[in-house]
């Protein structure tokens, strides 16, 4: 038991701890404070407080209590967070032990309850080079309590043969109400980090806001991801389709490997990108000297990393990777990480939309303009070259002094080409609008497509009533642009083509069975398809496998009666 002088010397340690806490101190701060209130409460050389390199908090101090006050042997690593005397120089902030069997700080959180170790044991553990070093006879340990988790452990250390037989109480009475300074410092820092990452993300959201381009927000998202969450680098990479990866930003360190809009190659099989690309799941890196492969990140004075997926409308997008050159980076970097990459795929769905707006609008003026004109072009070098010629050849007919024949004969003559300048003008006006559509509705113009394709075409259509004008056009044009595309460049046998109405929606699905590898990156029909589509609210897909057929499929709201809405 506490003499009353010492209780006052502890209430006064406490004290200055919490003064500390409730001034902001940072918990670096905070656990410096602690090891050296300790130390001089007891009245020892050295002491350091280390954190559990656990997932996430420590065991639950309820679950561990229970039955005999033992659990299981703690595995995992402690990292030091702050330390008091000589002993600081040999084990600083940031320096990590393995737990391992028999240590007294291992033996301290299986037991729940301080512990002491001296003479030739002390110096056979890890930390027997130290020990010698620092002329250490005697060590204590117990365990820290913070949030109702084992947060850690408390070590303290003397060139003393054995501490006196009250300093466990003693140890573990401080600590008992140290663990809720700890606990309180580190709340006040998540507050912080909290208000922070808010900002940040506010920053973000107002460069999409403003219009920036993508290449700007990325930019951005990696300079605050580097800010929070790594100490040497961050980066973003894109997935693309053909199964490659292109860095599209990057803060911290570069090496040769790394060139912000190149191609990423050359990371290891076992490495973040490989790893994340085939499992869409956060990965990480503990030490690059531990994978094949990993002589590039260790060359720019990388050690550890940890890569967090960015899915963009239900699609693996890319990755953010964080890295660090001082050891492994916290266990708990995933859980902070995903409410940001969840926000950061937010302001990269929005950006790249918004990328994708504006270059669907250009595209749709660029078509728009070149469909009027090619009928300029058609009007000008056909039905109006034969419309003039026909004129003039009327009224060589009509004029009695220029008449080479018979009027009648002149005249048929000229019915015959009139109805010729009339076939001329139909062919120029199927390209504008299909006549079958505007007279009977889709139904009968999809049943028209299907008669007139080189390739047979199963087509079951389940649409009572007739659309809207653009979204039959829309479909319309789907269906006429997919049978193209199968008989000059799929090698298809038979095209299914399928549309329904059901719900307020219609759903059209043309899938053929020829050689697939359709990209809409690399033409523009289907991206022209994809803008008709987009600009009647609807979606667009293409699924298109190599050697596998390939699938469009399209979505467009309607009424239920079969309308489309205004």
């Known amino acids: 038991m506490s003499t009353p002088d010492a209780l006052a010397d502890e209430q006064a340690a406490l004290r200055r701890v919490a003064t500390l806490v409730a001034a902001g101190a940072r918990p670096a701060e905070v656990f410096s404070a602690v090891a050296d209130e300790l130390g001089q409460l007891i009245g020892v050389e050295a002491t350091f407080v280390s954190r559990l390199d656990l997932p996430g908090a420590g065991p639950p101090v309820a679950a561990a209590a229970g039955g005999s006050g033992e659990r299981a042997e703690p595995e995992g690593y402690v990292t030091v967070a702050g330390s008091h005397g000589r002993i600081g120089h040999e084990v600083p902030v940031g320096f990590r032990v393995k737990l391992t069997a028999g240590m007294v700080m291992t033996v301290a959180l299986r037991t729940g309850r301080p512990a002491r170790i001296n003479g030739e044991r002390l110096a056979e553990g890890p930390f027997g080079a130290i020990v010698g070093r620092l002329g250490l006879r005697a060590a204590m340990a117990t365990p820290v309590v913070a949030g109702g988790h084992y947060w850690g452990v408390m070590v303290a250390a003397t060139s003393r043969e054995d501490f006196p037989a009250d300093t466990e109480s003693r140890m573990e009475d401080f600590m008992e109400l140290a663990g809720l300074a700890i606990a309180n410092a580190e709340a006040e820092e998540r507050l912080r980090e909290l208000a922070d990452m808010q900002a940040s993300l506010r920053r973000l959201a107002m460069l999409v806001a403003r219009g920036e381009t993508p290449e700007a ?15 040497g680098t961050a980066r973003m990479i894109r997935f693309e389709l053909d199964g490659t990866a292109t860095l599209v930003a990057n803060q911290g360190t570069t090496a040769p490997h790394v060139r912000v809009g190149g191609r990423w190659e050359g990371y290891p099989p076992t490495g973040l990108t490989a790893t994340v690309l085939r499992t869409g799941r956060a990965a990480r890196v503990d030490d690059y000297r531990d994978i094949p492969g990993g002589e590039p990140y260790l060359a720019e004075g990388l050690r550890s990393a940890v890569g967090m997926p960015v899915h963009v409308q239900g699609r693996l997008w890319g990755m953010i990777a964080v890295g660090s050159g001082q050891g492994p980076l916290p266990p708990d970097t995933e859980q902070r990480m995903t409410e940001f990459t969840e926000l950061v795929a937010t302001a990269v769905a929005n950006a790249q939309s918004r990328a994708e707006l504006m ?49 009648r ?21 199927r390209g504008i609008h299909p006549a079958i559509l505007s007279k009977a509705g889709l139904r009968p113009a999809l049943r028209a497509l299907g008669r007139r394709s080189a390739i047979p075409v199963e087509l079951d259509v389940r649409v009572h009533g007739r659309l809207s004008e653009p979204v039959e056009v829309g479909v319309y044009y789907v269906v006429s642009e997919m049978l193209a595309n199968a008989e000059k460049h799929a090698r298809a046998s038979v095209v299914e083509v399928g549309a329904s109405a ?24 289907l991206r022209g398809l994809k803008d008709r589509i987009e600009a009647l609210g609807g979606t667009f897909s293409v699924h298109s496998p190599v050697g596998d057929g390939t699938t469009v499929t399209c979505e467009l709201p309607i009424t239920a009666d079969g309308e489309s809405p205004d």
């Open 409 to 429: 004969t002149e005249m048929a003559d000229a019915s015959a080409e009139l109805m010729g300048v009339v076939d001329d003008l139909r062919e120029i006006s």
């Open 217 to 231: 927000v990325f930019a951005a998202v990696t300079r605050e991801a580097l800010r929070y969450f790594g100490n």
């Open 359 to 407: 270059a669907s609008r250009a595209r749709i003026v660029a078509a728009s303009d070149e469909v009027r004109r090619r009928i300029e072009r058609d009007l000008h070098d056909g039905a109006q070259q034969r419309l003039v010629a026909l004129a003039l050849r009327l009224r060589m007919a009509a004029d009695p002094s220029t008449q080479h024949g018979d009027p």
């Open 502 to 525: 059901s719900g307020g929606r219609l759903l059209v699905r043309v899938h053929d069975n020829g050689v697939g590898g359709a990209d809409p990156l690399r033409g523009s029909g």
